[in-house]
């Protein structure tokens, strides 16, 4: 399929197969265009098993339907924001504005709805550097197998996330700045805790804790 005289392969080449890549491209591929999603990840490997929070009104502006099943680690009814010296600063109840999911069963069924689309879907495909020619874009070279493949399109999306496989491979005249700053550096921390069921049990009966409840942690970065 690939022409090295200059041929396009795809209206649409998007590098980066996770919610914004695959909701892109479903889109694109509705509206009748040829698209080609790339990723390093194979099918069954799409996306981190991290929970993420996504605002419940996404959902219908975007036309995906409302996780459900396992999609949802927990449905929280009360979220306690501490500060970073541990000390209990608010409590949140009532309906919540966002809905926590599993981001890689997230992403695999957005991927799924792109593919039933019509876009095409190239797992194992790792973005190296975009082609350029005559200071315009024309595609992304990917490595695949231990090889390198060449692919050309009208449109180049950069979908891969803060790695910026794409853009960061762009010159400098081309106008297209990505700095690192360390403004921009959020830490994050996962930790796992043993609980002592009888005091949980007690603290829940005194109404200081809940079941089905969120403990957030704000640290001097957010």
Known sequence: MHDTAGAYE???????????GALM??????AGFSVGLFDDAGEDTLGKRIIIEIENAVFPKTGVAFPAGDE????????????????RVFTI??????VSVYLDCFSRKLLGEAVAAGAKFHGGHKAVEPIIES?????AVF???GSRREVRAKI??????????????????????FPDRKSDVVLAENRFHEIDEPAAREAVSQGRD????????LSVHG
């Open 143 to 145: 490595e695949t197998g």
């Open 72 to 87: 949802v680690p927990y449905h929280a009814r009360r979220v306690q924001i501490f500060s970073c010296r541990r000390r």
């Open 210 to 217: 809940g079941d089905e409840e969120v403990w957030n942690r």
């Open 25 to 30: 491209a479903r889109d694109l591929a509705r």
């Open 93 to 98: 109840e009532g309906e919540f504005p966002a």
């Open 10 to 20: 795809f209206d649409v080449l998007i590098a980066g197969a996770g919610p914004g």
């Open 135 to 139: 200071g315009v874009v024309k595609g």
């Open 156 to 177: 180049t999306v950069d979908a891969t996330g803060f790695s910026a496989a794409l853009v960061r491979g762009l010159p400098e005249d081309m106008g297209i700045e």
